[in-house]
């Protein structure tokens, strides 16, 4: 069942927006899929929200509009802002090396700090080899999801491999990466880079539903449980666990507040116009990645796809824990849609990418509409 609730949404039928919203929710529910939530804010800032399915599979409850999710990887785009502001302020240079800031880190099995810049790192273009841990079966789910880890012990297990491709010559995406930057950050401004993200994004913009977990297993309520489809018949519930990187990926939002990040983002409320155009400098993603962004392309942190009614949209989804979020946003910041899914797809690629096609086509008629 799906529906279109909230605060100024839109309620009328036909073709409208709202309707098309509560219709590509459906469809995501139809896949399989346990919750859906998605919230559209239009130029005139009225919103749009629809939802389907529950949020707790044992007891049908319904989905909260307003609900927590975890932002996982979409949280490289508040890193990412953080050190564009640094930038700004001449603390740091996008073309310092690694070495510069986190002498000895990054070295061994051929490499070299001394040879990767900042902008690499934001960019993905540094070539390190991503070797955080995971789970792809139930079993190491229950046998890892309570782990932690410091930001120097997972940087100290990519340094075990040799580097995927010389810095700069290709494009990879790599969580390490991001581990990194978190580390520069402390290290320019002897803070965690979660308080920065706090001080210089949340505070300013009135973020009051996006909170950093720490290594907290669980979420604020309310919120949907979070499943993954590991193979036929097993879905698993894995809303408890610790983030793998809680420095970086500690992070739980709703749909309103990412909403609302990214249109300030992109209108030039959190960047000065030089760093903003630097954030919005792409290369083409590679490595598979392709298949799931068609015409794809990635600046510093900030995604970037093309739309079907021309043009292209700025954003960064993410996934963790059974939560799968896409998002996106006009490039003048004015229009925003993001959708938010309680249940990985994760038994077939087949699967995996209906789910992803389905929510870039809602984000598609979103924008376009």
Request: aromatic residues 6%; glycine residues 14%; contains cysteine.
């Amino acid at each position: 069942m799906a529906g279109v609730v909230g605060c100024g949404a839109d309620r009328s039928g036909g073709g409208s927006p709202g309707e098309r919203l509560r219709q590509d929710v459906e469809k995501l529910h139809a896949l399989g899929i346990s919750g859906v939530q998605a919230r559209v804010i239009g130029v005139d800032g009225r919103e749009s929200v629809a939802v389907a399915g529950s949020a707790d599979s044992s007891t049908g409850s319904p989905v909260d509009p307003d609900g927590y999710f975890r932002m996982a990887s979409t949280s490289k785009t508040l890193v990412a802002t953080v050190v564009l502001q640094l930038a700004a302020e001449g603390k740091l240079g996008l073309a310092d090396t690694a070495e510069r800031w986190l002498p000895g880190v990054v070295r061994g099995n051929g490499n070299d700090g001394s040879r990767i810049s900042i902008r690499q790192l934001l960019q993905h273009t540094a070539g390190i080899h991503d070797d955080l841990p995971g789970y792809t079966t139930a079993e190491e789910y229950y046998r890892q999801r309570f782990d932690i880890y410091d930001s120097e012990q997972l940087v100290a297990r990519a340094m075990t491999h040799e580097p995927d491709f010389a810095p700069g010559t290709g494009w990879a995406y790599a969580n390490t990466d991001y581990v990194l930057l978190g580390m520069i950050v402390r290290q320019v401004t002897g803070r965690p880079v979660h308080q920065e993200i706090e001080e210089r994004i949340l505070k300013p913009i009135g973020l009051e539903q996006t909170r950093w977990g720490g290594t907290s297993p669980g979420l604020p309520e309310p919120h949907a449980r979070a499943y993954q489809f590991f193979g036929p018949d097993s879905q698993v519930d894995v809303t408890e666990q610790v983030p793998v990187d809680p420095e970086v990926l500690s992070w739980v939002t709703t749909t309103h507040d990412e909403n609302v990040f990214f249109r300030a983002l992109l209108s030039g409320r959190l960047l000065p116009a030089p760093q903003l155009t630097e954030m919005k400098n792409t290369v083409p993603v590679a490595g598979g990645l392709e298949t799931f962004w068609p015409g794809g392309r990635y600046g510093l942190g900030l995604a970037e796809r093309p739309l079907s009614c021309g043009g292209s949209y700025w954003g960064h989804e993410g996934g963790d824990g059974g939560y799968i979020t896409l998002n996106g946003v006009t490039g003048d910041g004015r229009r925003s849609v993001v959708v938010s899914m309680s249940e990985a797809l994760g038994d077939t690629p087949e699967h995996i990418l209906a789910q992803e096609n389905s929510a870039s086509a809602l984000i598609d008629h979103a924008l376009c509409d």
